[in-house]
């Protein structure tokens, strides 16, 4: 054999140690893959999007009662904010999006296949897309097409669905998989693999006729987390956990259907993982909660939903030098309705929009909670209601140590305080935090060896 042949060989060889050594995952079973041998790796984190195919609704009159009626969801902008939130990621360019789950409205097939052929885009960019599913997504009753004054039954899908639907994002590259559920391992660099936790509870959804809101994971998921764990020490690489439920507490008054059910094994069976970090949605706002115990700590971010004000996402940044460094940014609807040459002025002024209909929606639903208890003046229940929606609006956008003052001195608040004792009252109470926390943005060092 010749030196050239030789030297030929030895390049070729060269090539394909690399191959293996820097992609984790089969090269054919996406077309995006990350492999960041720098040891820095940047995440979009979306949740809740709630997506509704533009198909399923004429945004007439059963669209709006559905609308009126609901808890801030902006789904009639929800397909322009999709894609405002594509051309973010397409500018800004992270390595990979995470979705923690409620990916559709209510389950819509329809909505899921569009859905799925969106993230395709984001992958075409150069982005790899992670999903689990939230409460709204599997068997879901609720699915619901709207035209003119009427609502249909359209049809939902099974796990076995959304396993096909979105096997390029996850599923398809997997190292492990749960075999109780549609948890998933997932690797996309040597040094961070990340937990895709399924918590949701969605085999009794039809015969009980709505979704179950409750979240849970199985003893058979705690043993395949803890596999999981030990792979990942094999190899000194380091678990993050994503799931739709909270795992902590994410709001003192409402936690029932919010925080995992069997929360406190989880907390264990993290720690004992060395999982410090786990990031979560299902609850809407933007909070991040920490439980330490042994000088360890778990922190819980639940960022807030992308189809609810102020639309906004989180940022995570991770590096084997600086740890963790978490941050949330909103979609720039303006810019991308300016880019696209829309008219609609809602899109082009998408801030001022979005806040004040979120104020509005909240306000009626306040008021329609007063109105129920029977106890309040017309006077009072505008009064009060106007102050609940300024907490709430603070509330959902991880801010509610805002304007503390201002909002103390309100007739609404005075009128709060001096209330007897009720869920409402508790949860306007709580929603004023006078602490110097900021729940949009995180560091979290690395103590790993």
Known sequence: MNIRKISLILIISLIAICIVSCNTRDANSKET????????????????????????????????????????????????????????????????????????????????????????????????????????????????????????????????????????????????RDKGSLSYLASPTKHLWILMLDTTKYKDNMILGFPETCGYLSEETFEWIEECSNMAKKENAKLIAVMHHSLLDHCQVITKGFTLENNSTAVEVFQNCDIDLVLTGHIHIQDISTYEKDEKSIYDIATSALCVYPQQYGVLNYSLKNGYDYNTCRVDIENWANKKGIQDENLLNFKSYSKEAFMKQSYHNFYDKLLQMGKYTDEEMQKISKTLAMLNLNYYSGVKNTNVDEIKNTEGYKLLKKAPPSLLKDYGIHMLCEKKTDNNKLHIPNHQK
């Open 33 to 176: 893959s990350v492999c960041k041998c720098n040891e820095c790796i940047s995440f979009f984190v979306a949740t809740d999007i709630h997506y509704l195919a533009p198909e399923l609704t004429d945004k007439g009159e059963a669209f709006q009662k559905f609308m009126r009626y609901g808890d801030g969801k902006q789904l009639n902008y929800i397909d322009e904010i999709v894609e405002a939130f594509i051309y973010d990621i397409k500018v800004k360019k992270p390595d990979i999006l995470i979705i923690s789950g409620d990916l559709t409205n209510n389950g819509e097939k329809e909505s899921h296949i569009e859905l799925a052929k969106k993230l395709k885009r984001i992958e075409k960019a150069g982005t790899s897309v992670y999903v689990i599913p939230g409460n709204h997504d599997l068997k879901n009753p609720w699915a619901r097409s709207f035209k003119g004054n009427e609502n249909f039954k359209v049809d939902t899908i099974t796990k076995r669905d959304f396993v096909k639907i979105y096997g390029d994002f996850g599923y398809d590259e997997a190292i492990s």
